[in-house]
C-alpha cells in the first residue's frame, strides 16, 4: 500500500511538473503590415509586392543582411557559410504578413519588396506568452540617395538602394550616412504588453 501512495505522488508531481511546462512552449504569430511611401510627406499604402522570411537564429552570429541576400532567402554566419530560412509568412487579402507558428525564441525576420529593391530585417527575441504580436513597417523611397541609406522604423532596419537619377547636393537626405539614429516609429501598432526586445 505503501509503494502505490508513494507512486500515486510520484505520477501528480510528474503530471504537475508537464503540464506547468506546456505553459513555456512557444507558438507565437507576428503580424506585420508593409506600407510604401514614395514622395516625402506622400500618402502610405499597403503593397502586395513584399515576401518575406523568417529564421530561427540570432543575428549576434550573423552578417547584416545585403539585398542579394534577402532576395535568396538567405542569411550569412560571420564565420562563413549561410543559413537558408526557416520558413515563409501567410499574406491575407489586404496583403498583411503573418509569421504564424513561431516556435523558438530567437528569430530573424526579413521582408523584400522586388519591385523597388527595397528590403528590412529585425530581430525577434520572444518570451512564454508572446502569443500575438503586430507591427508595421514602412519603406519611405523617397530617401533614397546616391548611396545606399540604411534606417530604423520601429524595430526593423530598413535598407534602400541608390536611386536611379542623380540626387541634388540637399536633396538626398541620410546621402552620407548609413543611419540617423532615429527611429520612425510614429503611428507604431505594437502591442505594449507583446514588447519584443
Given at each position: ?13 510528474l ?16 503580424e ?115 548611396n545606399?541609406?540604411t ?7 530598413v ?39
Amino acid at each position: 500500500m505503501k509503494k502505490i501512495k508513494i507512486l500515486l505522488i510520484l505520477f501528480l508531481c510528474l503530471s504537475l511538473f508537464f503540464s506547468c511546462g506546456k505553459n513555456d512552449i512557444l507558438d507565437s504569430t507576428f503580424e506585420v503590415a508593409p506600407y510604401i511611401q514614395k514622395t516625402q510627406n506622400g500618402i502610405e499604402y499597403i503593397t502586395s509586392d513584399v515576401e518575406g522570411y523568417f529564421f530561427y537564429a540570432d543575428s549576434t552570429f550573423f552578417e547584416e543582411p545585403t539585398y542579394e541576400d534577402a532576395l535568396s532567402g538567405t542569411i550569412r554566419y560571420k564565420s562563413g557559410g549561410t543559413l537558408s530560412y526557416t520558413g515563409l509568412p501567410d499574406k491575407d487579402d489586404n496583403f498583411v504578413i503573418y509569421f504564424r507558428n513561431l516556435i523558438q525564441s530567437e528569430i530573424i525576420l526579413i521582408l523584400v519588396d522586388k519591385t523597388n529593391e527595397v528590403f528590412c530585417w529585425r530581430q525577434l527575441y520572444l518570451e512564454p506568452g508572446q502569443n500575438y504580436i503586430t507591427t508595421r513597417v514602412r519603406f519611405r523611397l523617397w530617401r533614397a540617395g546616391v548611396n545606399t541609406f540604411t534606417y530604423k522604423d520601429g524595430g526593423w532596419t530598413v535598407v534602400l538602394p541608390p536611386s536611379d537619377a542623380e540626387e541634388d547636393e540637399g536633396d538626398g537626405e541620410g546621402d552620407d550616412d548609413e543611419d540617423d539614429g532615429e527611429e520612425d516609429d510614429e503611428g507604431e501598432q505594437e502591442d505594449e504588453n507583446h514588447e519584443e526586445e
